[in-house]
């Protein structure tokens, strides 16, 4: 049975730092595409970060220079360090995993998810 937990979440001011951490189990995290979406409240889920087998990422614009998503294969656990954070970064956090070679950022493409981080941050 595959389970993805994240945890990390939190409450913090603009301008601090989080990192986020997905804990896979029941797969083999090298063989997936792994990201990271989110969803504030009354809006729809959205990209945030994908990391692909070869350690490549990618990211939505309005993270890009801010986040960086990185994996431990060893640890079977993804991370997504937040920085100089919004309030507009304010939502649910999700990782997922997507059996994918290329860097997917629709959430068709993922297979499995996890339960979700809450993140919020104040002005």
């Known amino acids: 049975q595959v389970q993805l937990v994240e945890s990390g979440g939190g409450l913090v001011q603009a301008g601090d730092s989080l990192r986020l951490s997905c804990a896979a189990s029941?797969?083999?995290?090298?063989?997936?595409?792994m990201g990271w979406f989110r969803q504030a409240l009354g809006k729809e889920r959205e990209f945030v970060a994908v990391?692909?087998?070869?350690?490549?990422?990618s990211y939505a614009g309005s993270v890009k220079g801010r986040f960086t998503i990185s994996r431990d294969n060893a640890a079977n656990t993804v991370y997504l360090q937040m920085n100089s954070l919004k309030p507009e970064d304010t939502a649910v956090y999700y990782c997922?995993?997507?059996?994918?070679?290329?860097?997917?950022?629709?959430?068709?493409?993922?297979?499995?998810w996890g339960q979700g981080t809450q993140v919020t941050v104040s002005s």
């Open positions: 990391i692909n087998w070869d350690d490549l990422g």
């Open positions: 029941g797969l083999t995290l090298s063989t997936y595409a």
């Open positions: 997922a995993a997507s059996p994918s070679r290329l860097l997917p950022r629709t959430s068709y493409n993922y297979d499995y």
